[in-house]
């Protein structure tokens, strides 16, 4: 199993609209590749929110061979939707996780 994580500094004067636009336009849309087992948005506690609240999005995927084909066909869309909608109001990082046990 993989987890391909995005963290994201999301600047105060859009977090609420970007929260919604997430729930109803990029979420559903990233569930209909069929390639993604299911998401998980969530926020980072503890941490500086002075220029805006930071978010970690965990994708999580059956195989690398899956996550290949949804890197393949989808995220470069994915990615330019979310930079054509925010600009730089939304700063973010990826990263990949191999779930090595898991309860």
Known sequence: MLIYNVTSKIDHRIHAE??????????????????????????????????????????????????NIYQEKHLLSNQKAIKDRWGDSVLSFPSMLDVVLKG
């Open 18 to 67: 970007w929260l919604k636009w997430m729930e109803r336009a990029y979420l559903p849309a990233v569930m209909e590749t069929g390639t993604v087992e299911r998401y998980q948005l969530t926020r980072l506690l503890g941490v500086d929110e002075t220029d805006g609240p930071t978010y970690a999005l965990l994708l999580t995927f059956n195989s690398r061979l899956v996550f």
